[in-house]
């Protein structure tokens, strides 16, 4: 029966008909109730009706392979009932709201070194498959005998099974390993390293770049010698692909960012030549005190050249004649982009706000559409990211839009964030909030949380306008606990309030709010 339906299936319905007196008999009599003047329907309900069949009555497999962690001892405490409750408030409120609460829930049963009750194992159990796999290993961790063994029916749970870090590298895909090296960063650089150096030499020219590319976007200073063997292997060549070209440029950028290199000393001796003394104007000038700025060629020089550039940075021409009008001043801002900042204080003579100011003033800048743009601010703002710079950032922050601050307010430390925030007035800009708080995990200070608060409700009740329900979600995780008698407190609104902003504003932020502290509070005590 089942290769005539893979016959049937491969030759099609028109060519190979289906003998359906193979089929059990309560099949059957259903088939023959349907009409044949579509053959192909009637085969595709045959199929699915067959394999209903088949499934009808089975125990699930049972899975055999090891979970991903151990769990707790078999003779481990038991959760109390009162805390064990708490589980089915957590997985009652909405699913954008659960996944802090449930972390912290669990991360408080393994810390007391506690596991479920029957009760909390079995809705663990109901809703594993609709909750992250990051909490299957803390799932599993709380579990009992019993419950690991209901645990090895679900049908999901393979894919939490436990597979070597050096298994993932060996059999696994690009985007699997490229992962597992992204997270070994984070916590063992010098295993990560082994890892690829391991198989440095079997990998593609394509998968290379990709781990150059995490290389750079996690450097830490302990990657230089492994960066400075591999790169003779990026040397110039006559006839090379463009990949070649720019693992080289990568790999050059990352080893001029670290004054210890042979890479930093030679490209800062070649560029000191830039550097030259002119009279200062007004007052200064007529005291005689000379300004330090840089000159830069408009055409090929002894350095500033298309095959020196090529052959030992792996920079390419201007890509943009728009904004670069000259190959040397695109050149010059990957330099800028690469180079620790006090090299250009240093040799410019200036302080970090003054030098910002001087790379982006009216020498540096061109007309586009009408309008004036700095050629140099996106290398000012990749050097800050790239260092790390704090003070780098807190002064391109002064003279930037808000577009162009997102990727730098990561920077600013803990306890200027908020300061940042309420005195541009982003209060309830989503972008900027979580620019500046995705890897905070404190709780904003009393009088800030009610101020963001107070402006939502503002916006939606006085002004009855929109703003998303996300503000909502962040708020949730950071906002103090005392904002929760000041939104118990909002519950008279204006006459003029559409009732839809109402029902917004109770939904998303007094109920949502309120119940996920109370939560928390249960949790923490």
Known sequence: MLQQLINTALLGTEKMGFDEKLLPESIRNIIEKMPDTDKEARFFKTVALLSFYEEAGQKPKRF???????NLKSDAAVASPKFASILNEILE?????????????????????????????????????????????KIIKVLSKNGLELLAFKTSISATTQVSDEQIWKEGKLAERRELFTELRKEDVQKALALLESTWKEESLNDKRAFVEVIKTTFQPSDVAFLESVLPEFAFKAKERKTQKEIRQTIKGLLMGIKTTESYSNTTAA?????????AKGMMGWIGKENTVLVLPDTNDDFMN???????????????????????????ACFLEYLPFDFWTQHL????????????????????????????????????????????????????????????????PEDEKEEYILSTKQLTSLQALEACFSNFHGTWSADFSKAILQECYTILIEKNTYISEQLGV????YLHPSVSVFLLNTNQYPASTNHYYIRHWE?????????????????NT
């Not at 055999?64 to 151990?70: A, C, Q, R, S, T």
């Open 93 to 137: 409120i909405p699913y954008n709201l659960r996944n802090d609460l449930l972390t912290l829930w669990l991360d408080k049963l393994i810390e007391n070194k506690q596991i479920c009750t029957a009760k909390s194992t079995v809705a663990l159990l109901n809703s594993i498959e609709s909750l992250p796999k990051k909490l299957h290993p």
């Open 64 to 70: 055999e392979g090891e979970f991903p962690i151990e």
């Open 474 to 477: 962040i708020m949730v995780k």
């Open 306 to 332: 298309t095959s020196k550039m090529e052959a030992e940075y792996g920079m390419e021409l201007s890509p943009d004649v728009a904004i670069f009008t000259t190959n040397q001043h695109y050149w010059f």
């Open 271 to 279: 560029l000191k030549s830039y550097f030259h003394q002119e009279k």
């Open 349 to 412: 003579e200036k302080d970090v706000p003054t030098t910002v100011k001087y790379f982006i003033s009216e020498v540096f800048t061109v007309k586009l559409s009408g309008k004036k743009l700095a050629i140099f601010l996106n290398a000012l703002i990749n050097n800050a990211l790239q260092h790390k710079d704090v003070a780098l950032a807190k002064a391109l922050l002064k003279i930037t839009s808000l577009h162009d601050q997102l990727p730098l307010l990561g920077l600013l």
């Open 507 to 523: 939904k998303y932020f007094v109920e949502a709010i309120v119940k996920s502290q109370r939560i928390r509070q249960k949790i």
